[in-house]
C-alpha cells in the first residue's frame, strides 16, 4: 500500500512538473552565435504592436523602456547602448523615414532591412542590436458583482539580437505572463461622502482596489526578467 502512494504521488509530481508553464516559452538560438564575441549592443526602443485604441498613453513603450534599460543596466558583460542613442543616431544620420519602415518591417514581417542596419551600425560602431517588441498588452477587468471571478493583466514581449551586417537573427526568446487579483466577493459596500461615492470594501490600506486587474509594470517586470535572465552571457559559451 505504501508503495503504491509512493509511486502515484511520483507520478502525480512528475505530471505537476510537467503542465508547469515554461519561462521563456520560446528561445531560439543560431548555433554560429557567439556571445563572447559580442562587444556592444545597440537597445532599440521598444515597438509595439497595441493599438493606440487599447493603448492611448502609449504605456506598452514607456513602461517597457524603463524596465528594459534598468535590467539591462544592471548586467555587466556587455556594453548596451540605449534607445536614445540610437534615437540620436537615427536623427543625426537622417534616418527617420527608414525607421518607421523598420518598426512596421517588424512588427508585419518580422524582418529588418539590411541597408538601413548598416548604417545604423556604421554610426555607431555597434555589434548587435537587441530588438524587443511586445504584442500582448491587456487588461480583463471582472465584474465585482460576480462572485469568484478575477480580474487579470497579460503581457507579452519578444526580444530578438540581430546581426546588423547580415540582418539575420542569432538568438531571440518570447515570453508571456499574467497576474490576478483577488477573486471577487460580491457586491461591495459604497459610501457617499459630498456627493462622490467611495468604495469602502476591496480597498487596501494605500487606496488601491485589489479587485481590479494588477498594474502593467508589475507583469511586465516578470516576463523581462524572465526574458533579460535568458539572454546568453559571456563566458557561458566556449
Not at 21 to 37: L, M
Not at 159 to 166: A, G, K, Q, R
Not at 209 to 230: R, S
Request: hydrophobic residues 40%; aromatic residues 10%; negative net charge.
Amino acid at each position: 500500500m505504501r508503495r503504491t502512494f509512493i509511486v502515484v504521488l511520483f507520478l502525480l509530481l512528475v505530471c505537476f512538473v510537467g503542465c508547469k508553464p515554461k519561462h521563456p516559452s520560446v528561445v531560439t538560438i543560431d548555433p554560429g552565435f557567439d556571445p563572447n564575441k559580442a562587444g556592444t549592443i545597440l537597445v532599440t526602443p521598444f515597438i509595439s504592436s497595441i493599438s493606440e485604441g487599447e493603448d492611448p498613453n502609449r504605456d506598452s513603450e514607456r513602461l517597457t523602456n524603463k524596465i528594459l534599460w534598468e535590467m539591462l543596466s544592471m548586467r555587466t558583460d556587455h556594453t548596451f547602448l540605449s534607445p536614445e542613442q540610437m534615437r540620436f543616431a537615427v536623427n543625426r544620420s537622417r534616418l527617420d523615414d527608414a525607421y518607421k519602415k523598420f518598426e512596421l518591417d517588424w512588427m508585419t514581417k518580422h524582418e529588418a532591412d539590411v541597408d538601413f542596419l548598416r548604417k545604423v551600425k556604421e554610426a555607431l560602431n555597434v555589434d548587435l542590436l537587441l530588438i524587443p517588441h511586445v504584442y500582448l498588452w491587456f487588461k480583463d477587468e471582472a465584474d465585482y458583482r460576480e462572485v469568484g471571478t478575477a480580474s487579470s493583466t497579460q503581457v507579452g514581449i519578444t526580444i530578438t539580437l540581430i546581426d546588423p551586417v547580415s540582418g539575420l537573427i542569432v538568438w531571440e526568446a518570447t515570453d508571456e505572463n499574467f497576474k490576478e487579483s483577488v477573486r471577487t466577493e460580491g457586491d461591495r459596500a459604497r459610501v457617499s461622502v459630498s456627493g462622490w461615492d467611495r468604495r469602502v470594501d476591496g480597498v487596501t490600506v494605500t487606496g488601491r482596489d485589489m479587485y481590479a486587474a494588477p498594474p502593467f509594470e508589475d507583469v511586465t517586470t516578470l516576463v523581462l526578467e524572465v526574458l533579460i535572465g535568458a539572454l546568453p552571457q559571456k563566458g557561458t559559451f566556449d
